[in-house]
């Protein structure tokens, strides 16, 4: 069945450095990814889609790629700065259901001053 | 402000004792989603409404929930005869239309419930 793993284990890096997050999944191959940030407390809210064409997407300090051979999204902060800290989710639809998305647990980044 | 609103923030309730929990849907969104996000969970798709059409109930987690959108806009959430595994935060979100892959979702900053 569809799988999403983001790495479990937090991510500590210091101010002014890139952090890079993985989502790997299987089974699947979407049209679409998403990324999302979710601060303690709060509800996700929306970063970035990248479509499957597309290999690389920019938004200010953020990047995303999508490699569909690897089934990889790499998701880049540049210059990190402690207001980055949050946990970080990807998401993709459900090949079994397109009115759902189907969410990893995300990673937890913690930028160090 | 113009996001998604729910009420209430927290909920602390009695096991068996039926919860109502509320969204507002930002303005003119069509589709709007249900989650639940247990601690170390994922989100977990519990319903999906679309305009008219029909919701997609196929997340709800057993005949104890049930949720409803009137007008196309308010929609509740109603879990009868609570359980403590019931305890989780509920999210609600809501898009601009149903194209789910490709539409960002926006969410409110769901209710904390809490069954004793």
């Known amino acids: 069945s569809q799988k999403i793993e983001q790495n479990s284990e937090a991510l500590n890096i210091q101010e002014g450095k890139t952090a890079t997050l993985t989502c790997n999944y299987t089974n699947y191959s979407p049209a679409y990814l998403q990324w999302y940030r979710q601060d303690p407390g709060r509800g996700p809210v929306f970063l970035l889609l990248?479509?499957?064409n597309e290999k690389e997407k920019r938004k200010e300090r953020l990047k995303v790629t999508f490699d569909t051979t690897l089934k990889q999204s790499l998701f880049h902060i540049t210059a990190s700065q402690p207001a980055d800290s949050a946990t970080y989710l990807c998401?993709?639809?459900?090949?079994?259901?397109?009115?759902?998305?189907?969410w990893g647990l995300g990673t937890s980044l913690a930028v160090n001053p | 402000g113009a996001g998604v609103s729910q009420s209430p923030s927290n909920k602390v309730t009695e096991k068996g004792k039926d919860v109502e929990l509320r969204c507002d849907p930002i303005?003119?969104?069509?589709?709007l989603y249900w989650y639940r996000q247990s601690l170390g969970q994922g989100l977990e798709f519990l319903i999906y409404?679309?305009?008219?059409?029909?919701?997609?109930k196929s997340g709800l987690p057993s005949d104890r929930f049930s949720a409803e959108r009137t007008g196309g806009s308010v929609s509740t959430l109603t879990i009868q005869r609570t359980q403590q595994e019931d305890s989780a935060v509920y999210l609600c979100a809501s898009s601009l239309d149903g194209q789910v892959s490709n539409q960002p979702q926006h969410f409110g900053d769901g209710t904390r419930l809490s069954i004793l």
């Open positions: 303005s003119g969104h069509t589709a």
């Open positions: 990248i479509r499957e």
């Open positions: 409404f679309q305009g008219n059409s029909a919701p997609d």
């Open positions: 998401a993709l639809v459900d090949a079994g259901n397109n009115r759902k998305l189907i």
